[in-house]
């Protein structure tokens, strides 16, 4: 017995170190990122590198804020204003389609529906020229309306993820409500989006972060420096006016850039998985 159970706290020994040691492993370019954005720049061209920095060089994130060149604050601020009306859009546009598949039989709802999921399929490239010429013709190049209004218009995956989740609502809830007056645009108001939390909390996630990382769609309508967006923004960092590269400022914006994200998740973590739960079920 005393030579079974030996065996087995060996087997949670070593279990426990291979996951210590993956851990270690995943988390290291986390901890160089935060400590080559502490590094002066004498530092972080030394070599061997070090791990831990010999003098903690916050001014680093004082200079992304302060250097005329970088305007760092207001891509920061593009970028917030691109996730925020994105993640307004589509949930807003994605629930209302979502609830239109879910509550009402028509004899080519199927067949629109497998036409919708069928654009998924679609590569962002495949639509990129088109619509460039479409908002460039509309005078809205060189600004952020054309990586917000898209989003007014629907995601084809968010449709799915919302209408898999308004399927779970009881048909009863609805019938209650049309005894009691209430329109078709009050029960999608007043009784389907109050009761899926979860769900748009799952939507504005994963709009938010798709939003706050895109490169390609910056890139392709932004020209002017002060309307850049974080990820275009610290791209354009390698191709400034430093004489060297700034790696330890690219890395203090790219912390910066995370923070958001981690935060949002943090919040809505319960919520997040709850929706993927119940969608999933159902």
């Not at 040691?21 to 954005?37: A, K, R």
């Not at 020229?129 to 479409?134: A, G, S, W």
């Not at 078709?184 to 939003?211: D, H, M, Q, Y």
Request: hydrophobic content about 55%; aromatic content about 18%; charged content about 10%.
């Amino acid at each position: 017995m005393s030579n079974r159970r030996f065996g087995f706290n060996l087997m949670q020994v070593l279990g426990f170190l291979i996951l210590i040691s993956v851990t270690i492993i995943m988390l290291s370019p986390l901890w160089f990122m935060v400590s080559t954005s502490l590094k002066t720049t004498k530092e972080m061209l030394a070599f061997p590198p070090t791990w831990i920095p010999k003098t903690f060089a916050f001014k680093n994130f004082v200079t992304l804020f302060t250097n005329a060149d970088l305007k760092f604050g207001q891509q920061y601020a593009n970028s917030f204003i691109v996730a925020f009306f994105s993640v307004i859009g589509t949930a807003a546009s994605s629930s209302l389609v979502a609830f239109g598949f879910t509550r009402y039989n028509t004899k080519w709802k199927a067949f629109f529906f497998m036409l919708l999921l069928s654009t998924m399929m679609l590569p962002y490239p495949a639509i990129m020229i088109p619509q460039f010429l479409l908002f460039r013709q509309l005078g809205l190049h060189d600004s952020l309306l054309p990586l917000i209004v898209p989003t007014f218009f629907g995601s084809a995956y968010m449709i799915f993820l919302l209408r898999q989740f308004f399927y779970s609502l009881p048909n009863e809830l609805f019938d209650a409500g049309r005894i009691d007056g209430c329109s078709e645009f009050r029960l999608f108001w007043n009784l389907t989006l109050p009761l899926s939390g979860p769900v748009l909390s799952t939507v504005a996630i994963f709009t938010f972060i798709w939003t706050w990382n895109d490169l390609l769609a910056p890139v392709l309508y932004l020209d002017s420096q002060e309307h850049f967006t974080l990820p275009i923004g610290m791209a354009a960092m390698l191709s400034s006016k430093f004489r060297i590269a700034p790696w330890n400022l690219l890395m203090a914006a790219s912390l910066l850039s995370v923070l958001p994200i981690i935060a949002l998740f943090t919040f809505a973590q319960k919520r997040f998985v709850e929706g993927i739960v119940l969608t999933g079920i159902k």
